[in-house]
């Protein structure tokens, strides 16, 4: 028996390359983002490639295709998270979540033009597009706050009846938030701004991160006990879980390659799930990322993921976490393979 096996690995180490399966992304640019050390979401603008990286106390935007920092909204003091981007008023907005604000910006300045009040914990933020109307995720208030962006008001405030983390639209007029509190999907209808259902998930432990294939009508939700919820949007139903890894912040969807993806920030890696059909997914490699690597975004017709993430140190005692690095959080950039 040992004979064989020994006869098998020396037949494997004979074999090319090319007969072990490559991952399918890979890390191919850093950028440094450097102090303070907080930060949240990361939002990928198709329109202009630039990445927005919510990060403390201002926005770092970033030049996808050059790699490189291009500029910063700043003067943000209770600390940023979400962001949205709406070109046909030229303006970014972001929230001053301490101070139960939203903050509308330039975009070609990047500077902050106004404060617009919306309730306690502005958080995740995502653009509308059938209205073009900002929602503004107040998670500890349990409201959404829609702004127009013409007019930088809010327009109407939403009862999410729980806590709120991230949403997402599906394009059609339909607005979905990951319902923390109730573990559930929120369904909006976005032209009447009322809730039309809640599609319970109840093996969903704190659903955080979403994202929405509106072709298929299908929402993926993150889950802190590393599940994916995969639900149709139409019936709510759940067609199937999906394992991923340890703190599970982001959920992003690349409608182009039909993939799924789940930034794992306690294990350090990115899940990958391949859709084979609605209610089929197979998963390739799990990517190797970097511990503290939770909030991402997906450029679809490129395919690269944007990942926030810090340089740690081995923990100060056994069994510990580990040690962020001060200073050193970066926007690392990984490309498909395949």
């Known amino acids: 028996m040992k004979r064989n096996m020994a006869a098998q690995i020396a037949a494997l180490m004979l074999l090319p390359s090319a007969a072990f399966a490559a991952p399918a992304y890979t890390l191919v640019k ?19 490639g630039r990445v927005y990286v919510a990060h403390a106390d201002r926005l770092s935007v970033v030049d996808s295709r050059s790699a ?42 990047l500077k902050v033009t106004k404060q617009i009040p919306t309730a306690d914990d502005a ?47 599906d394009g059609k007029g339909f607005f979905y938030i990951s319902g923390a509190g109730s ?24 659903p955080h991160g979403l994202a929405i294939d509106s072709v298929n009508h299908r929402a993926f939700m993150g889950c802190i006990n590393s599940q994916l919820m995969v639900l149709d949007t139409n019936s709510g139903t759940v067609v199937t879980k999906l394992p991923i890894g340890r703190g599970s912040d982001a959920i992003a969807f690349d409608p182009m390659r039909k993939r799924v993806f789940s930034t794992n920030g306690v294990d350090g890696t990115i899940s990958v799930y391949q859709q084979v059909s609605p209610d089929k997914y197979e998963p390739l490699e799990t990517v190797k990322s970097q511990i503290t690597g939770r909030t991402m975004s997906v450029d679809p017709k490129t395919g690269r993921l944007f990942v926030a993430a810090m340089e740690v140190s081995p ?24």
């Open 123 to 169: 958080d995740a933020i995502a653009m509308e597009p059938v209205t073009g109307h900002v929602f503004v995720m107040d998670g500890d208030a349990k409201t959404i706050s829609v702004i127009d962006p013409h007019t930088d008001k809010v327009v109407a405030s939403i009862a999410g009846g729980e806590n709120l983390e991230y949403g997402a639209a």
């Open 315 to 338: 923990p100060a005692t056994p069994g510990g976490a580990p040690q962020r690095k001060p200073g050193t959080l970066s926007l690392l950039m990984f490309d498909p393979t395949k």
């Open 68 to 109: 490189k920092v291009i500029g910063e909204v700043t003067g943000i003091p209770g600390g940023t998270h979400g962001i949205g981007v709406s070109h046909v008023t030229g303006k970014g907005f972001t929230d001053d979540g301490k101070n139960g604000q939203a903050v509308a910006f330039d975009l070609k300045t």
């Open 30 to 48: 850093t950028v440094p983002l450097g102090p303070p050390d907080r930060w949240d979401y990361v939002v990928f603008d198709h329109d202009s």
């Open 183 to 206: 573990r559930d999907l929120i369904k909006i209808d976005a032209r009447t701004n009322t809730v039309v259902a809640h599609f319970p998930t109840p093996d969903c432990a704190s």
